[in-house]
């Protein structure tokens, strides 16, 4: 089956996370650009909801609030807000089992033309991604294959934040830096490069003239304030910056060199030239971020990987 460009109502569903987030802002080009009058809406997790906001491939950004399975009342609003949206088009870009219930909650009573179509892999669904080998693609060309499976056709190609605006002139940063990233989820600790490693980087990124600017969230103050500490150059703007500031600070940095961590997708869609740090915790070649000038250093152990590897890829050695 075909998909009808013309469409009134689209829904996209991306939870997260935000290094998979960001990947999908590609195929969210190409649904708008395929279904350019249409009113499309982003179904995604809270801390992305602002962010979503400003990208110009959406009419509107719902909060997903993830209610569980015994939240009656959080499943019932959910189930009268999926059904109040009379969605012509759903797609799934999330594809695990939570968004398969959402395609059962958005069942309207079975007459013709009662069902909105849906691109997921949802058992039943109009338009099934039903590659046996999805699970085994990077997220860009999965992402490719469930659209052209859906009649979008065309590459998929990687991620523009030129979108992405505001003001960084608040951190006073001069003009040559390099990002410095070295936090992670804190429940997987085998994708963050020791932090002695990040501090002696930071240094050979002073003594080359210039200014190491680390950033993280709220959680990794520790490790910006080590690398402050023992870098009296360096910049520590962890727990300062939104996800807009991170895109807008990776498009003007020199390099940003950081563990498999949604930031580092942000600084690298934003147009940040890039060293990304994979263990075996990780597969590269599913969710590596691609740019122009992005090198990828993976390596079982990260403890393992030596600072003079890492400098090699900026020119520092």
């Not at 290094?19 to 009058?37: K, N, P, T, Y």
């Not at 939240?71 to 594809?95: E, P």
């Not at 999805?134 to 469930?146: F, G, I, N, P, Y």
């Not at 500031?245 to 869609?269: F, K, S, W, Y």
Request: charged share 25%; aromatic share 6%.
């Amino acid at each position: 089956m075909s998909v009808d460009a013309d469409a009134k109502r689209i829904l996209i569903i991306k939870l997260g996370a935000l290094g998979d987030l960001v990947q999908s802002m590609s195929s969210a080009a190409a649904i708008r650009e395929f279904h350019r009058d249409a009113e499309i809406v982003l179904l995604t997790g809270s801390p992305y909801a602002d962010f979503a906001r400003q990208a110009p491939y959406f009419d509107d950004v719902w909060v997903d609030e993830r209610p569980g399975s015994a939240n009656f009342i959080g499943l019932l609003r959910l189930w009268r807000r999926l059904r109040r949206g009379r969605f012509d088009r759903v797609y799934d870009l999330q594809t695990r089992a939570r968004t398969t219930l959402y395609f059962w909650l958005m069942q309207r009573r079975v007459t013709l033309g009662s069902l909105p179509e849906w691109s997921g892999i949802a058992w039943g669904c109009s338009h099934p991604h039903a590659n046996p080998v999805r699970v085994t693609m990077h997220t860009l060309d999965r992402e490719a294959d469930q659209l052209r499976r859906a009649g979008i056709l065309g590459p998929i190609t990687p991620p523009d934040l030129s979108w992405v605006s505001t003001d960084v002139n608040r951190f006073a940063l001069p003009a040559d830096y390099v990002l410095l990233i070295p936090g992670s989820a804190p429940h997987r600790p085998a994708k963050r490069w020791p932090i002695d490693r990040f501090m002696e980087l930071a240094s050979r990124i002073a003594a080359a003239g210039l200014t190491p600017v680390v950033i993280g969230g709220s959680g990794e103050r520790d490790l910006g304030r080590a690398i402050a500490r023992a870098v009296l150059q360096a910049r520590d703007l962890t727990g300062a910056t939104d996800l807009a500031d991170i895109a807008v600070l990776g498009r003007g940095a020199r390099r940003a060199v950081g563990n498999d961590t949604g930031p580092m997708h942000l600084a690298v869609a934003a147009g940040a030239p890039a060293t990304v740090l994979y263990s075996r915790a990780s597969d590269p070649d599913l969710t590596a971020p691609r740019g122009k000038d992005v090198v990828i250093l993976r390596i079982d152990n990260l403890a393992d990987l030596s600072v003079d590897e890492v400098a090699r890829t900026m020119g520092l050695t």
